[in-house]
Nanobody, 128 residues
Framework: QVQLVESGGGAVQAGGSLRLSCAAS????????MGWFRQAPGKEREFVAA????????YYADSGKGRFAISRDNAKLTVHLQMNSLFPEDTAVYYC?????????????????????WGQGTQVTVSS
């Protein structure tokens, strides 16, 4: 069992930045693909970014390309999501997720069904 705990959410003005962190438990963290998803009120959960196990390839939803950066530290069992140039449309609860299935393709890492473990979420609110 893997536990994921997100932190770093908060309220910022448009154009601001936030750095989300996800702390994981478990010695097999390095073998998990890690993802970030978000869910705004009244909307479905959507893919934000992912970083694969192994070579650490990063994938982003179009909405975050050029603004978001995902990274991982296997020694510290953490994954981060640096978010810059935030828009009000980025307002959502952000969830960290871990997949133990060895997924690595862009299609697979963007599917929330491919993840086995989820954090409780952290709220991000961007005001105009």
């Amino acid at each position: 069992q893997v536990q994921l705990v997100e932190s770093g959410g908060g309220a910022v003005q448009a154009g601001g930045s936030l750095r989300l962190s996800c702390a994981a438990s478990g010695r097999t963290f390095s073998t998990y693909t890690m993802g970030w998803f978000r869910q705004a009120p009244g909307k479905e959960r959507e893919f934000v970014a992912a970083i694969t196990w192994g070579d650490g390839a990063a994938y982003y939803a179009d909405s975050g390309k050029g603004r978001f950066a995902i990274s991982r530290d296997n020694a510290k069992l953490t994954v981060h999501l640096q978010m810059n140039s935030l828009f009000p449309e980025d307002t959502a609860v952000y969830y960290c997720a871990a997949s133990r299935r060895g997924i690595a393709s862009r299609v697979d890492v963007s599917q929330f069904e491919a993840y086995d473990y989820w954090g409780q979420g952290t709220q991000v609110t961007v005001s105009s």
